[in-house]
């Protein structure tokens, strides 16, 4: 079973729609991360989380430790926010290496 | 802003020869890692360095890779004799508190 486990694999959207992605994981784990894939492969590092959540512009980022769960929710979406998702969590006593989910590919259309 | 760089951006190399992949982390950062990524597959962990040595390293990381500080600045890793199966992309990263990911090596073998 995989530690990291993303759904859905692949979303498409609409313009303007609001997105959700989801992430569970089956391991302690002192941080989980959101990062963004570009087609040319280039990984952005968007949001890292230990507990609550957070916003950046149209970005939220939600976590909840209990239930092992995140979600990154993208309002207003635009066709530039295109990409794969990938929800990576930092093991707790590790030497901070991440673990990573399969990844999201996000499709919106104009 | 200061980023993780990677040289070269794309590398192609024959069957058993060695390859060492570069990477100048962000300045302050301590703490350095390897990731690596198979074409249609989720981003691997490979090793993580801190203070001159290595501090974790997965199953990937066999004989035949090895990592280095050659001076203050680069981080650099090995294929001693390459495999077809060591085509990849091949991230580095750099952490105060976030991880911080480079562009990418891409790395065909023949």
């Known amino acids: 079973k995989n530690e990291v486990e993303q759904s859905p694999q692949n979303l498409t959207a609409q313009e303007g729609e609001f997105i959700t992605i989801n992430c569970s994981y089956s391991?302690?784990?002192?941080?989980l991360h959101w990062l963004q894939q570009h087609p040319g492969g280039g990984i952005v590092s968007l949001f890292m989380?230990?507990?609550g959540k957070k916003k950046h512009g149209r970005l939220i980022a939600t976590i909840n430790i209990q239930e092992k769960h995140s979600s990154l929710h993208i309002t207003a979406s635009h066709p530039r926010d295109s990409a794969v998702y990938i929800c990576?969590?930092?093991?707790?006593?590790?030497?901070?290496?991440?673990?990573f989910g399969s990844g999201t590919q996000l499709t919106v259309l104009p | 802003e200061p980023e993780v760089t990677q040289t070269p951006s794309h590398q192609v190399t024959q069957m058993g020869q060695e390859v060492i992949l570069r990477c100048v982390p962000i300045?302050?950062?301590?703490?350095f890692y390897w990731y690596r990524q198979i074409l249609g597959q989720k981003v691997e962990f490979l090793v993580s360095?801190?203070?001159?040595?290595?501090?974790?390293k997965s199953e990937i990381f066999d004989d035949q890779f090895s990592v280095e500080r050659p001076d203050g600045s680069n981080f650099t890793l090995k294929i001693r004799s390459t495999k077809l199966e060591d085509s990849a992309m091949y991230f580095c990263?750099?952490?105060?508190?976030?991880?911080?990911f480079g562009p990418g090596t891409r790395l065909l073998v023949l």
């Open positions: 391991v302690g784990i002192s941080a």
């Open positions: 990576a969590v930092r093991r707790s006593g590790s030497a901070r290496q991440l673990t």
């Open positions: 990263a750099s952490r105060e508190e976030t991880q911080y």
């Open positions: 360095f801190y203070n001159n040595e290595i501090s974790e």
């Open positions: 300045s302050n950062h301590l703490y």
């Open positions: 989380l230990s507990s």
